[in-house]
């Protein structure tokens, strides 16, 4: 944590350094001005021609509005007026414009982030006017050597399969087939007993030896299977009898009882994926059994091979199981750590070299781990995947505004 901490001030002094763009900052040419008109909109003078420029929003999605005066005088007809905007990553939008009896109403949505360099162009009674300027927001620079440093990584956006899952609970137990209990061959006494509880012993092993009543003659108990001493029953000097001796388990594989209730059965079939969680437990297997649960339990049992070969793992722990339900190919997705709040908005950050920017998403399903994109974001743009918080937190430093 210290070092996330250290590479975020590092990150901030950087950007610092190296002169961030501020979100909403309006750089114009020299016939640009930072006035605002009386509707509020930017004021755009060039000689004898004004144009007034607004993103409005209010009701509606956002739009543009123009409102032209030639010599103090409103046009209202023959003109040609357009906007064409540059955004990162050099995706243009222009917009046309059309008078709607009380001001001109550019052809389309100015669509979020209203962070673009801007070219305003006027064509009246012959003269052509142009203005440029950058109007950018949620927006920061950041040198490669220090995102790197932050472990700022990207990943691209593309299609992906979304995994829809159902939540179950049981538990680790172990099959009646992994047990084997040993039992002495002819009665007698155990003159020698080599093994207690929980050792681990390999098949042929002798686990104790026993001299034969009958005979006189002792004879060795050996562990027909690799495992783990889970019983003993048998002492030196101890009389056998027909009573199994030791029982030994095999827990290189245990099982995962789930509990599937009337409501989620029909959702719930052999052969379905399952990723089980718990403490020390995160692994992918499949549902192998359905099986009535035991005592006329109202719910059903979904069995489910669990690898324990480093045998970490109990019989007894309590599992989580999300068993999926549903397997759906989506066009666009994100990885689900990308994701930020961002005003109002959820987030992604994009770069484009060393330049990084928020990306509003209309988002669909999600199954946890991806989320599928539904507008907001291009397939192979790059976008945040790793430390994207770091992002957020510098372009907030930044003094991000929606100021148009």
Not at 107 to 120: C, K, Y
Request: charge should be negative.
């Amino acid at each position: 944590m210290q070092r996330i901490k250290h590479f975020s001030l590092i990150l901030v002094a950087t950007c610092l350094a190296i002169g961030p763009l501020q979100a909403a900052e309006e750089k114009h040419d020299d016939s640009q001005a930072n006035a605002r008109g009386p509707n509020g909109g930017l004021l755009l003078q060039q000689g004898d021609a004004t144009v007034e420029l607004l993103i409005f929003e209010k009701g509606v999605p956002p739009q543009y509005r123009a409102w032209v005066t030639k010599d103090g005088r409103v046009v209202t007809d023959d003109i040609d007026l357009d906007v064409k905007l540059t955004r990162l990553g050099g995706q243009v939008d222009t917009f046309d414009f059309a008078y709607q009896g009380d001001y001109w109403l550019g052809d389309g949505v100015v669509t979020e982030p209203h962070s673009f360099d801007v070219e305003v162009t006027l064509t009246m009674d012959g003269k052509r006017y142009r203005w440029q300027w950058e109007s950018h927001e949620g927006r920061t620079r950041i040198a490669p050597d220090i995102a790197q440093q932050a472990g700022i990584a990207t990943a691209e956006a593309g299609p992906g399969t979304i995994e829809r899952s159902l939540t179950t609970y049981g538990s680790l137990t172990m099959a009646p087939q992994q047990i084997a209990r040993v039992r002495a061959r002819f009665p007698g006494v155990a003159t020698q007993v080599n093994v207690s509880l929980g050792d681990r012993v390999n098949r042929g092993d002798v686990l104790a030896r026993v001299e034969s009543n009958e005979s006189l003659q002792t004879y060795a108990l050996r562990a027909p299977i690799d495992g783990i001493v889970i019983d003993r029953r048998i002492s030196n000097g101890e009389m056998t009898g027909e009573q199994p001796l030791f029982a030994i388990a095999d827990l290189t594989t245990l099982w995962a009882e789930l509990k599937v209730f009337p409501g989620q059965r029909s959702k719930v079939a052999v052969g379905q994926k399952v990723r089980l969680r718990a403490e020390g437990i995160d692994q992918k297997s499949t549902i192998r059994h359905l099986l009535p649960a035991p005592g006329n339990a109202p719910y059903t049992l979904a069995r489910v091979e669990v690898d324990n070969a480093d045998g970490t793992l109990t019989p007894g722990l309590l599992v989580a199981g999300d068993i999926v339900v549903e397997t759906v190919d989506a066009p666009l997705v994100v990885d689900n750590r990308a994701l930020q709040s961002f005003r109002d908005w959820t987030v992604v950050f994009i770069r484009v070299d060393d330049t990084y920017e928020i990306r509003p998403l209309e988002l669909g399903r999600s199954d946890g781990t991806l989320t599928e994109v539904l507008g907001g974001l291009r397939a192979g743009d790059r976008y945040v995947v790793e430390n994207s918080y770091l992002i957020k937190a510098d372009i907030e430093k930044s003094g991000a505004s929606h100021d148009h």
